[in-house]
């Protein structure tokens, strides 16, 4: 007992800060914990008008998300400007992946070669997601115009220069009647459209000689015998038009995709959350009904990882940029 309170004084003092030690460990908080992603509704921009490929594919995805996710992914339409507009709002949101995009791929791998001035930086403010969809683009000619094939075509653009004209709605389409000229030899006269469907009933009445589209807004009309397709973008036949021959079959390399669409998010987005959306788009995707609602627009489901999509985007860039400063076409 002696000895005890001998060296109680000293036991005192450690059994106190052994208890504070204690008192401490059980009443400091933890640090908080973020909520799985995703924990509120999603927003997903789309650049163009309801209705459109783009748009439906977007609406398609999003709601196989919404019910995977248990979280709302509602789709935006914020049209304007060449898809400026929409994809300026989404590169100048937070990074957090609850502001996505889909979009066209002239506006990462071309309108910085055609604008002078955007608000945003198309190679830096934008973090590539999902490759989502490739678009084919056809040669489409008016079946009044006496070219039963590619080589008949561009044999008629040699023989009366200037005039046979081609109609377009959209960048890439465009871009890709310039690069086979120039492969070939021969000009043709561009006619510019607001987008597929004024560029259709162009074609439909005779307006135009031919367009380079993709198929959406014609497919009845092909099936009517008013439109003849005769060469389609891509390293193989598209399953939809097997019976039409790419550019590359007929002696013009370069042509491997039409118009792709993909999702991307604002710089900066972590990579953890990128690889998640990409692997949730990748397999809704791949669902197979999915993948029939998709092609029936006229589509073909593509999948890359996204350091895949970023090259890609890259490899477009500089397939391209070449292109339009070879003819100094400028769009502002």
């Known amino acids: ?6 060296h109680l004084p000293r036991v005192i003092p450690c ?4 208890s504070a030690v204690t008192l401490s460990v059980i009443t400091t908080p933890a640090h908080p914990q973020p909520a799985p992603y995703p924990s509120k509704p999603i927003r997903v921009v789309v650049p163009t008008p309801a209705g459109g490929p783009t748009d439906v594919l977007a609406r398609i995805v999003g709601q196989k998300m919404t019910e995977s996710w248990n979280q709302p992914v509602v789709v935006e339409n914020r049209p304007g400007a060449d898809t400026i507009i929409g994809n300026s709002f989404v590169a100048k949101s937070a990074p957090d992946g609850y502001t996505l995009l889909v ?3 002239a506006a990462v791998t071309m309108h910085q070669f055609v604008y002078k001035k955007l608000p945003y930086d198309p190679a830096k403010d934008f973090t590539p ?3 989502v969809a490739n678009s084919y683009v056809s040669i489409i000619v008016n079946s009044s115009v006496p070219a039963n094939s590619l080589a008949e075509l561009i044999a008629l653009g040699k023989a009366s220069p200037g005039k046979y004209t081609f109609g377009w709605g959209t960048l890439k389409p465009r871009l890709i009647v310039e690069r086979l000229s120039g492969l070939a030899g021969v000009k043709f006269l561009d006619v510019p459209y607001k987008n597929s469907a004024p560029t259709a009933q162009a074609l439909l009445a005779g307006d135009v000689s031919f367009v380079s589209d993709g198929l959406t807004a014609y497919k009845s009309n092909i ?6 397709l005769v060469a389609v973008t891509g390293t193989q036949r598209a399953s939809a038009i097997p019976d039409v021959p790419t550019f590359q079959e007929l002696g013009y390399p370069g042509f491997d995709t039409g ?3 993909g999702m991307f998010g604002p710089a900066g987005m972590s990579a953890p959350m990128v690889e998640k959306i990409n692997a949730e788009v990748t397999r809704i995707l791949n669902i197979r009904d999915i993948r029939e609602r998709v092609e029936g627009l ?3 489901v593509l999948s890359r990882s996204p350091q895949q999509f970023a090259d890609l985007i890259r490899a477009d860039a500089d397939t391209w940029g070449p292109v339009i400063r070879g003819i100094g076409l400028t769009l502002d």
């Open 15 to 18: 059994v106190l800060t052994l």
């Open 298 to 300: 006229g589509l073909e």
């Open 103 to 105: 979009t066209v791929d």
């Open 259 to 261: 118009v792709w669409l």
């Open 129 to 131: 997601i999902a490759l």
């Open 223 to 228: 099936g009517k015998g008013r439109f003849r």
């Open 1 to 6: 007992m002696k000895i005890l309170l001998r």
